[in-house]
Each structure stands twice: as C-alpha cells, then as structure tokens.
C-alpha cells in the first residue's frame, strides 16, 4: 500500500501539479509558484549555480511573478510553461533537450526558451 508522507514545506500551499525526473521532483502551486527538490548536479533544480541536493522543497525565485501553468520535469532537465504560452528551461542540455544553442551544456536557472 502506498505511504502518505506530509511534506512540511509545502504544509500551507495548495498544489496543481507535479512531476519527476530521475532524481528530482517539480511542484505547481495554484498561485504559480514552482518548487524543486532532490538532486542538483546539472542545475535541475533552478536554483542556481550555488545551491547543492536538497531534500525538501525550495521556491524557484527567478519565475516569480510570471503566471505559469504548467511544469514538467526531465531526466535531468525541467520546464515550465507560461499561461501566455512563453516556454522556460533549466538543467542538463548536454544532448539539446533545452534546445540552447552554443555549448551550453547545462543552465542551472530558468531560460525563456525561443519558439
């Protein structure tokens, strides 16, 4: 049987939506916030270069204020998706799957990508 486990940062926020790649998780709030959580080594948490792994949910500050409606999360690699329709990514790109141009190998916070 499934285990119900309380995630004590996310206790008061009202989630939509959630996805996982290989070793870290996305979270949608109704108000558009996105939170990260688990490994970090390609930046897939958004955070920046500075942040390491983290065990519990952190907000990714550089989407704030912009209406997001959906997220989705890679191998290694995250998205998320603007009600307006604008694309961003973040993470491991070291096969294109940012579709960033140059020798990005990796983008440890959120781009708007170009469609």
Known sequence: LPT???INALAD???IQVSCGHYHSLALSKDGQVFSWG????????LGNEFPSQASPQRVKSLE???LAQVAAGGAH??????CGTS???GNNNAGQLALS?????????VQLVH
Do not use: R, Y
Not at 39 to 46: F, V
């Open 78 to 83: 995250s998205f998320a998706l603007s009600l």
């Open 102 to 110: 140059g020798k990005n190998s990796k983008a440890t916070s959120p």
């Open 39 to 46: 490994k970090n080594s390609h930046g897939q948490l958004g």
């Open 4 to 6: 119900t486990v309380k």
């Open 65 to 67: 204020g912009i209406p």
């Open 13 to 15: 926020i009202k989630i």
């Open 88 to 90: 961003f990514g973040w």
